[in-house]
Antibody, heavy 117, light 106 residues
Framework: QIQLVQSGPELKKPGESVKISCKAS????????MNWVKQAPGNGLKWMGW????????TYADDFKQRFVFSLETSASTAYLQINNLNIEDTATYFC??????????WGQGVMVTVSS | DIQMTQSPSLLSASVGDRVTLSCKAS??????LNWYQQKLGEAPKLLIY???SLQTGIPSRFSGSGSGTDYTLTISSLQPEDVATYFC????????FGSGTKLEIK
C-alpha cells in the first residue's frame, strides 16, 4: 500500500537548522510531485511548495523562498525539507504530501518541529 | 494570490442532520477546488476533488458543488465520525487553503 513515512519530532533552538525526511513506498516515486504543507499550532494549512521528483527542481511559495530547501534522494524514494536559521514562527507540524491531478491524495503523518530557546 | 474564505468557522449539528459548509474564493477558480477532512492529531484526508468528484473510499454522504467563486461541501446525514475540521483548497493559481470549518456534534 502507498505510504509516506516522515521522520520524528524535532526540538531546535533559534538559529539552528533542521532536515525532515519523507520516505515514499508503494508507488513509483518519480511519477508524482511531492509537496510540503505547514500547519502551525491551532492553525490552518499553508502550502509551502513542491519538488519535481523527476528533475529535482523545487518551486517555493512566496512565504517560503528564503531559508527553506526541498531536496530528494531518488534512489531511496525520499524527499527532504530543510529549514535554515530557525525562528519561533517555524514551530509547526510539517507534512509531505503526494500531488495527483490537483489534489493531495496521500499524506505523511507529519513532523512536529518545535523552536525554543 | 487567491484568498479562500470558509464559513462558518465553527459548526455544531446533530447526528443525522444535513450539514453545509461554504468556501468562497477571491476570484473565479473555475471549479479547481478540493475538500479535505482533518481529524484531531491526524493528517488531512482528501474527500472531494475538482468540486464534485468523490475520492475513492469516501462515503457517499459527502458531496461537493459550486462554480465561479462559491463552493459547498455537504454531508447528507451527519455521523459521529465526521467530527473534524474541513478545509477547502484551490488549485487554479498556485495552491491556497481556506482557514477551515470545525464541525462538532451538538
Amino acid at each position: 500500500q502507498i505510504q509516506l513515512v516522515q521522520s520524528g519530532p524535532e526540538l531546535k533552538k533559534p538559529g539552528e537548522s533542521v532536515k525532515i525526511s519523507c520516505k515514499a513506498s508503494g508507488y513509483t516515486f518519480t511519477d508524482y510531485a511531492m509537496n510540503w504543507v505547514k500547519q502551525a499550532p491551532g492553525n490552518g494549512l499553508k502550502w509551502m511548495g513542491w519538488i519535481n521528483t523527476q528533475t529535482g527542481k523545487p518551486t517555493y511559495a512566496d512565504d517560503f523562498k528564503q531559508r527553506f530547501v526541498f531536496s530528494l534522494e531518488t534512489s531511496a524514494s525520499t524527499a527532504y525539507l530543510q529549514i535554515n536559521n530557525l525562528n519561533i514562527e517555524d514551530t509547526a507540524t510539517y507534512f509531505c504530501t503526494r500531488y495527483y491531478t490537483g489534489g493531495f491524495d496521500y499524506w505523511g503523518q507529519g513532523v512536529m518541529v518545535t523552536v525554543s530557546s | 494570490d487567491i484568498q479562500m474564505t470558509q464559513s462558518p468557522s465553527l459548526l455544531s449539528a446533530s447526528v443525522g442532520d444535513r450539514v453545509t459548509l461554504s468556501c468562497k474564493a477571491s476570484q473565479n477558480i473555475y471549479k479547481y477546488l478540493n475538500w479535505y477532512q482533518q481529524k484531531l492529531g491526524e493528517a488531512p484526508k482528501l474527500l472531494i476533488y475538482y468540486t464534485n468528484s468523490l475520492q475513492t473510499g469516501i462515503p457517499s454522504r459527502f458531496s461537493g458543488s459550486g462554480s465561479g467563486t462559491d463552493y459547498t461541501l455537504t454531508i447528507s446525514s451527519l455521523q459521529p465520525e465526521d467530527v473534524a475540521t474541513y478545509f477547502c483548497q484551490q488549485y487554479n493559481s498556485w495552491l491556497t487553503f481556506g482557514s477551515g470549518t470545525k464541525l462538532e456534534i451538538k
